[in-house]
């Protein structure tokens, strides 16, 4: 598509931006009493039953959506239900299924992940076969039923997908998710172990034990299993760099079976979690993430060409999974066959995970507090699968954001978006931030970090039905002895940040291994500080595509630390605020800092920020001028 001048959505796609705003529907062709609900059994390749629902319009043949889903097909909670209803009567036949060991379908346990490459693709491969099928095939859904969608679209026949909030494992997370995962992996699912509670209510339930745990103290490279080193002897000769990619290898080439299998053994659990597939990084290595499990491949450009359909991606701001959905972006743009990366797009929306996200503003702006359920998404599915099916998609921006603080719909070209400006903030002594680099030696800055009472999570990117998520003021957290602050005097005029925040660090620690958190928050004028995004690096893994490495006690190090993106307009009167700590909890787990020392035992850590003209800290910032049309 060739924009205009302005970059407001609502200035090129005024019904478009409407959707969006609104969540408003097109009329139904078909009452809801002319929809069909048919049952099946659908078998797969291993000869496993999965439960299918198929809602049938009236009409045959028809375009088919498919909905892979671990959380019971017939849920009505999020809009389930309701939101095929709206597709079946919109002209769709819609299929929706319970995974593989979940819901309806056998067996009686769920192996997390691994069956989906194979279970989705068999999905796709027995619609092409019924005689309702009129050759168009789309789907949607997020999270998990993201996920799915990735492995549905290796299918040649796919016409397009939507995956929400989801991205092929990409991005890397050099700590542990904690929150919320641990309380998923026993309530979600079959399984002996499982305890029967709503998807709503299982974080709180676990909530004590949350708060108890997640200490983290690995040593640098953990032993493998002697029941793998059995399986796999040539192990015992490779070095733990090369043990970790040879067996990525081996485990991307493994049918799903054998993957599930291979986990068990590595393991020494009957059964693969989600806190499983997190902790495999310890067998993988550090940039093997969580969702990189869904579609395992050595080479991440022979993953995206194995993708047969062009993605509408949607993400949000505040969403645990926005740097991953970023970089899949990246590569999928850089390394798909270029005629299904060119017609790739992507919605970044204002939202959390499930949850509303930007919240200021919401006198004038209502919709921000709306749930973004999938109902809300029907109607912009309705407009993507059309201009799929009549070859239109070129008429679709390839980016739309929302830019908070100025609380519109904005288009791009490409993400990152073109003729950005990279932007640095220096850290300063007495606290500040200034455009202006220093010039002198000055004494760094101290803080304590104590393992036992870490730097609490409190709002930003995280998925969560206990904690609120977002456009948190987290004044109060930045007056703790824990952290150091960073303000910016008041802009005199009106910013745009678009795109990639990064910190340049320079640190040291009494700690052999520590965490690095910073985060950016936007400082209105009446004194809250409002979240905006942020980060943390774990310091044994500073050398990204290197080996891990302990730290050397003292010693000024420098750190490069994603803290992921955003799209904020800090306005005329405002500041921007940088904090840096040590730990993000619960949201990750926390460093013991005991490594080398007292093993296992959680260790008080000295921890230096440095700001001099040999040690200038940085915050790096993507700023965009104004293009819009004045008139």
């Known amino acids: 598509m060739i924009l205009p001048k302005t970059n407001r959505l609502v200035k090129i796609l005024p019904e478009l931006e409407r959707t969006l705003r609104t969540g408003g529907l097109p009329p139904p062709l078909f009452g809801a ?21 198929i809602y049938m319009p009236p009409v045959l043949a028809a375009p088919v959506i498919a909905f892979r889903t671990p959380y019971v097909r017939d849920m009505e909670d999020f809009g389930y239900v309701a939101s095929l209803m709206c597709l079946a009567r919109r002209g769709y036949i819609v299929v929706a299924q319970d995974c593989r060991g979940t819901g309806g379908s056998e067996p009686d346990h769920w192996d997390y992940y691994m069956f989906e490459s194979e279970d989705s693709f068999d999905l796709v491969e027995w619609i092409t076969k019924q005689r309702w099928f009129d050759g168009f095939i789309g789907s949607f859904g997020q999270s998990y039923v993201g996920q799915t969608q990735w492995c549905m679209a290796t299918h040649p026949a796919m016409s397009t997908f939507v995956p929400g ?18 309380a998923y992996a026993r309530s979600v699912g079959k399984g002996e172990e499982n305890i029967v509670v709503h998807l709503t209510d299982m974080e709180r339930m676990f909530e004590k034990e949350t708060m108890a745990g997640g200490y983290f103290s690995e040593p640098l490279h953990m032993p493998f299993s002697e029941q793998l080193l059995a399986a796999f002897p040539q192990l015992r000769s490779l070095s733990p760099s090369a043990a970790n990619k040879w067996l990525w290898k081996t485990y991307s080439l493994m049918p799903s079976a054998q993957r599930a299998a291979f986990v068990k053994q590595a393991l020494g659990v009957s059964r693969v979690t989600s806190m499983h597939v997190e902790s495999l990084s310890a067998i993988f290595g ?60 992507m919605i970044i929306t204002p939202y959390a995970h499930n949850m509303p996200g930007y919240r200021q503003g919401v006198d004038v702006h209502p919709e921000l507090l709306r749930p973004p359920n999938f109902v809300d998404q029907v109607g912009t599915l309705v407009r993507w699968y059309q201009a799929v099916r009549e070859g239109t998609t070129d008429q679709w921006p390839t980016i739309i954001y929302y830019l908070m603080g100025a609380n519109e719909w904005r288009v791009a070209k490409d993400w990152p978006v073109p003729g950005a400006e990279l932007r640095a903030f220096y850290l300063r002594e007495g606290e500040a931030l200034s455009t202006e680099p220093p010039r002198q030696f000055t004494r760094p800055d101290e803080y304590i970090y104590d393992p036992q009472d870490p730097t609490p999570t409190v709002g930003g990117s995280i998925v969560s039905f206990v904690y609120t998520t977002g456009s948190v003021d987290v004044s109060a957290v930045q007056a703790r002895k824990d952290l150091r602050v960073y303000t910016s005097p008041p802009f005199d005029q009106d910013l745009d940040v678009v795109g990639a925040l990064r910190l340049i660090l320079y640190a040291s620690s009494s700690a052999m291994d520590t965490d690095f958190v910073g985060r950016v928050s936007d400082v209105f004028p009446d004194g809250r500080a409002i979240t905006l995004q942020n980060g943390i690096l774990r310091a044994r893994y500073r050398n990204m595509d290197g080996d891990p490495e302990f730290l050397e006690p003292g010693r000024i190090y420098r750190f490069e630390i994603d803290l992921w993106s955003t799209a904020n307009r800090f306005k005329t009167g405002h500041r921007l605020r940088l904090d840096i700590s040590s730990a993000d909890f619960p949201r990750f787990d926390r460093n013991s800092n005991s490594v080398g020392l007292r093993e296992g035992v959680p260790v008080v850590a000295r921890q230096a920020i440095y700001h001099d003209s040999e040690h200038p800290s940085c915050l790096l910032l993507s700023v965009i001028g104004d293009v819009e049309d004045p008139r």
């Not at 049952?39 to 039953?49: N, P, S």
């Not at 997370?173 to 904690?178: G, I, V, Y």
């Not at 991440?300 to 701001?317: D, F, N, Q, V, Y």
């Open 165 to 182: 909030v989801s991205g092929l494992g990409v991005a890397v997370n050099t700590a542990h998710l904690h929150m919320f995962l641990n």
């Open 33 to 53: 009493s002319a929809i069909k609900c048919e049952f099946q059994q659908v078998k797969m390749r291993d000869g496993i039953l999965l439960a299918t629902d």
């Open 286 to 345: 550090h940039r093997i993430s969580h969702d990189r499990h869904t579609l395992p491949h050595e080479n991440t450009a022979e993953m995206c060409r194995s993708i047969k359909a062009p993605p509408l991606l949607r993400t949000g701001w505040y969403d645990w999974g926005l740097n991953d959905a970023l970089a899949t972006w990246e590569l999928f743009r850089r390394e798909a066959h270029p005629e299904i990366a060119a017609r790739a797009r």
